[in-house]
């Protein structure tokens, strides 16, 4: 499995602009997940998805930020339009519930957001 | 509200044993996680506790005491490839909810 694919890896642009990040989960996890990295606060988590459907998007910062997951195999995160605090590192994750009930999620290598 | 406290570095020698506290505070837990993340990297799971002890995989370790709302990673023969930040994390529903991670520990390792 090539794990979970995330697009583009860097992305620069300038405020007011729209960004889409897009994430690629892997194959058979039920779950997805949206997590933006900052030094400030960390690892936080903005939305999760089961079987395609968003279950909680209580971390999305505002409605700037939007997330979709039309199928099984792909989703995106939308900002529009962007500003300069948005800049950030985001995860996408997937996991599949664990038999163990250890909710064990596999991170893609992630999207570098910079705004100008 | 729900956080997870742990320290922001901590440095150790190459070969060594080192210990990564991490204390909790949550309305519903359902076990805690340890995931490690190189600079530049993606963050991967370490371990998991679901029940109170510890849980053993090569050279690391983890610990929990649900009464004390505390674990803990142990790494022991501690390799230059450690350098990482490492980060506790629990599910407060259910065990398929995201998790909630903490800020992270940033681990040195001297030589």
């Known amino acids: 499995d090539a794990g979970v694919i995330q697009s583009p890896r860097h992305e620069v642009t300038e405020m007011g602009q729209e960004v889409t990040l897009r994430c690629k989960p892997i194959?058979?996890?039920?779950?997805l997940f949206w997590y933006r990295q900052t030094m400030m606060r960390g690892l936080e988590l903005l939305i999760y998805?089961?079987?395609?459907?968003?279950?909680?998007d209580s971390g999305m910062p505002e409605d700037r930020f939007s997330a979709k997951m039309p199928n099984a195999s792909f989703s995106t995160l939308k900002i529009q339009p962007s500003e300069p605090r948005d800049s950030a590192v985001y995860f996408c994750?997937?996991?599949?519930?664990?038999?163990?009930?250890?909710?064990?999620?596999?991170f893609g290598a992630g999207s570098r957001l910079t705004v100008l | 509200g729900q956080s997870l406290e742990q320290p922001s570095e901590v440095t150790a020698v190459e070969g060594a044993i080192v210990q990564i506290n991490c204390t909790y505070q949550t309305s519903g837990f359902y076990g805690l996680s340890w995931y490690q993340q190189h600079d530049g990297g993606a963050p991967t799971f370490l371990s998991y506790n679901a029940l109170d002890g510890l849980e053993e995989t090569g050279r690391f370790s983890s610990f929990l005491s649900r009464s004390d709302s505390y674990g803990y990673l142990l790494l022991q023969e501690l390799q230059m490839k450690d350098s990482a930040s490492y980060f506790c994390a629990f599910a407060s529903g259910g065990g398929a909810d995201g998790l909630t991670f903490g800020k992270g520990t940033h681990l040195i390792i001297q030589p």
């Open positions: 194959s058979g996890h039920d779950y």
């Open positions: 998805f089961n079987n395609n459907v968003p279950i909680d």
């Open positions: 994750a997937s996991s599949r519930q664990g038999h163990s009930g250890a909710n064990v999620l596999t």
